[in-house]
């Protein structure tokens, strides 16, 4: 009997307040953006979007739990997207920050929490390496160049996924071994955010070329890992930047580990 494909689970931006052509009147959508499916189904895998759990809603944690995902799937990917409210980090909103959703930012710790517990694997991307820095205790900067931490612009909307700089990588670490030692490695740069404090139990694996960390791992979990750039856009119109392909491997590598276990 053939084993069935690792199942991946993506957790969902949230849209509301949709224009009324979209006809959606007074919704709220739970999408993924596809770029994102199709990289992780590039290597194999399964996927599906993991759509909130409301308290408040029709759906109440006496039916359906976060703990329930978490034992059904075999890894789980934080997608980008909207600020995490600075609350989340015992902050309060400034003039600094763009748009919040604190449903989504509740949703998307406890999901990852009960990952983390379920020894599952964790990828998060851009806001998803924001989140796992939260959830281990961290802060972030409400705005990179606003706040002091550099000023060099991070995120240049009318340019998106074609803005890139330089990556410095940590010697003998973690992400080093997944890559050949290569000069000049770059990524894509779409946020306005970064980690300040850095979350207890995480280490840096990665830099920009003005110190913003760029890439964390939890040291005491199998798999933890978030990255600030966005892999998914690595494609073909951009040879140049560092292929997502081997981070990508490392995490499917973890969670058939961790369904073998």
Known sequence: MSTRKLLIGLSPRLMRNLPA??????KTLQYLEQSMAHWVMSAGALVAMIPTVDPHGDVQRSDLSVREYAHSFDGLILQGGADIDPVAYGEQPSEMLQSTDPDRDRFELSLLRAFVAAGKPVLGVCRGMQLINVAY?????QDLVAGGATRSVHYLPDRYDEHAHPLRVQADGWLASLYPPQEGTRVNSIHHQGIRRLGEGLEVEAWSEDGIPECVRARDAAFVV???WHPEFHDARFPELMPGRPLLDAFLAAAEAGRRD
Request: no cysteine.
């Open 226 to 228: 978030g990255v600030q």
């Open 21 to 26: 052509q979209y006809g959606f009147r007074n």
């Open 137 to 141: 205790g961290g802060s972030l900067y």
